[in-house]
């Protein structure tokens, strides 16, 4: 096949590594487009090199925020339009993929949504919307769990445009093959915080830095890499000192390899991403999710996930459950929820199965005489 498939942030990079290299080694022909929906370097050129998967195309989205969307659906457009793919693949709910799911539709070429039936329910969140884009206007739907495999079906889409295929960060993990770690030999805190609606709100900002001077008292020393978000946040509120001392270690965005090993040694990682719920499931590490929603449930349901919004004191009550010894050895027991690693095989597997050509074709439908479904 022919596909183009585009990526705008680090975890799209991160994630579609695999599936890229997988297409590749398969034969196909892929096209790999960065939109420049994050410029800064510290989020994407550092992890080129070190995940394997260089863009063949690299779009600049700058300008504010309504410029760079606009400049991404016009990308978009081009792209699509210039290449002519056989079908776009995209992951995820950022703008990137809107902006190629409307580019990709008005010129008649599928769309296959990797990572779909992620649901939140959050009415405020503009991944959800992003999402929600994704289920109407892909042809394909390439679900992460059973329980986004559901979702969809409850939205009507139909059971054979859907496949359940994991997520791909988890093939990641398992190429680097990182075990977990001994419940005796973990030590220490993983924070991340970087969405606007945790760091660009005072309050809450006021409860993540109260957060993390609790958690280094209470549980062990912390690790948290800053996003250039967050840090801007901090000097702004003029909170970045308050954040030192001599069991938090403050650092710039790490790189990938380097962040994972980090997660892997940790007792509990408290954040507000969705990557993290994934990968620190995989190597059995529990997590504290700084989020009052979360489209990731399976963690929640099977006990090795807590939501707690940015909410100093429930966060950590909840970390310090989660570090108990019964809790530390149910996670590092509890068979990840998020795939079996090899969705990378999955995908290739389903592109390249007969039945999939019929649904990667648009047909007029034809109601002369007789009425729509039902």
């Known amino acids: 096949m022919k596909l ?60 504010n925020r309504a410029e760079r969307l606009g400049t991404l659906f016009t990308d978009a457009v081009r792209v699509v339009g210039e290449r002519r793919p056989d079908a776009v693949l995209l992951l995820g709910d950022t703008h990137t993929v ?24 959050n009415e405020t969140s ?4 992003n999402r929600r884009v994704a289920a109407a206007t892909a042809s394909l739907h390439l679900a992460p769990t059973r329980l986004a495999h559901d979702f969809l079906r409850g939205e009507g889409i139909p059971e054979e445009r859907i496949a359940v295929v994991g997520n791909p960060v988890l093939d990641v993990l398992r190429l680097q093959k990182l075990r977990t770690t001994p419940v005796a030999r973990r030590h220490g805190v993983v924070v991340t915080a970087h969405r606007a609606t945790n760091v660009d709100n005072p309050e809450r900002l006021e409860h993540l830095v109260r957060l993390v001077g609790d958690l280094a008292a209470s549980v062990g020393p912390v690790t948290f890499p800053l996003h250039p978000r967050t840090r801007d946040a901090l000097v702004r509120h003029g909170s970045l000192d308050r954040l030192a001392g001599p069991y938090v270690r403050l650092t710039d965005p790490l790189p990938y390899h380097d962040m994972i090993r980090h997660v892997a040694r940790a007792k509990v990682v408290v954040t507000d991403s969705g990557g993290l719920q994934e990968e620190a499931a995989w190597l059995g590490v ?3 999710v700084l989020r009052r929603s979360t489209p990731r449930w399976e963690g929640i349901h099977a006990g090795i996930a807590v939501l707690t919004g940015m909410d100093a ?32 095989r999955h995908v ?11 649904l990667l074709r648009f047909d007029e439908p034809d109601f002369v005489d007789r009425e729509p479904p039902s």
């Open 313 to 344: 004191p429930r966060a950590i009550k909840a970390a310090l459950e989660l570090t108990a010894d019964d809790a530390q050895r149910w996670a590092a027991a509890s068979p990840c929820p998020y795939g079996d690693g090899h969705t990378a």
């Open 98 to 121: 809107p902006a190629y799911c409307l580019a990709s539709r008005n010129q008649a070429v599928p769309v296959v949504h990797l990572e779909a039936g992620l649901r939140s329910f």
């Open 126 to 129: 503009i991944e959800e919307v």
């Open 286 to 288: 529990p997590v504290v």
């Open 348 to 358: 290739v597997d389903i592109l390249h199965a007969p039945a999939t050509a019929g």
């Open 4 to 63: 183009l498939i585009p990526f705008g942030t680090r975890p799209e990079i991160i994630k579609l590594a695999p599936v890229v290299a997988a297409l590749r080694a398969a034969g196909d022909e892929v096209t790999v487009v960065a939109t420049g929906q994050h410029y800064d370097p510290a989020l994407t050129e550092v992890f080129y090199d070190e995940l394997g998967i260089r863009p063949d195309i690299v779009c600049h989205a700058d300008g």
